[in-house]
């Protein structure tokens, strides 16, 4: 077996490094600084998989021997894709639309391994029931500031945790990396996940 290379998070986000340092992984942070309005895919399991992609070989090009990791994610709701919200006001809004409702959160998970030349694309999909909560709630959540940073408009490990029923599917794939598809993956190419410990 083939020694596992650095690992390096192609993102910015503090939820996904600490995901990953939960699990034993301590990445090279280096965000791709994208620029994702280039993309304008309408369909969520094609747009972040193309993000993620993206992110991950905009880092590629300046890098070199290592494991990449690029994610992208977006909420689905009544068939609206969500990425952050730009203003309170937003976030307010769409706060009304997603109390009560059901949410599916898409991330795409793309891992390129430059040793072996070999990059997979995955996605993660989860169904996120939400509470229905009241106007003042809403306001009050989104005056937090939490809503601002969130592709899906909350944050499963913060305060949006109050106001999440259900979940069915994978739990840190909301929080925006799917710990057992990057186990997959990593296995995938021949590593094993114990080699970051």
């Known amino acids: 077996m083939v020694k596992i290379p650095d690992f390096v998070l192609a993102s910015a986000s503090p939820a996904r490094r600490k995901l990953l340092e939960t699990v034993g992984i301590y990445p090279i942070i280096l965000p791709s600084e994208f620029d994702e309005s280039q993309i304008t895919i309408t369909e969520p ?16 090009i300046n890098y070199s021997n290592c494991l990449i990791l690029g994610c992208d994610s977006v909420l689905v709701v009544e068939g609206d894709i969500h990425g952050k919200p730009e203003s309170e006001a937003e976030a307010i809004a769409r706060w009304g639309k997603m109390r009560g409702n059901l949410g599916i959160l898409y991330t795409g998970h793309v891992l390129i391994d430059q040793i072996q030349q070999r990059e997979l694309i995955y996605c993660g999909i989860t169904k996120v029931k939400f509470a229905d909560v009241s106007d003042k709630i809403i306001k009050d959540y989104v005056k937090t500031g939490e809503p601002l940073k969130c592709a899906g408009c909350f944050a499963l490990e913060g305060k949006g945790g109050l106001f999440v029923e259900k979940i069915e599917g994978c739990h840190s794939n909301v929080i925006g990396l799917s710990l057992p598809l990057l186990r997959q993956m990593i296995s995938e190419l021949g590593y094993e996940i114990s080699e970051f410990w």
Do not use: G, R, S, Y
């Open 45 to 60: 399991i094609n747009l972040v998989q193309t993000l993620a992609k993206c992110k991950a070989e905009t880092v590629a």
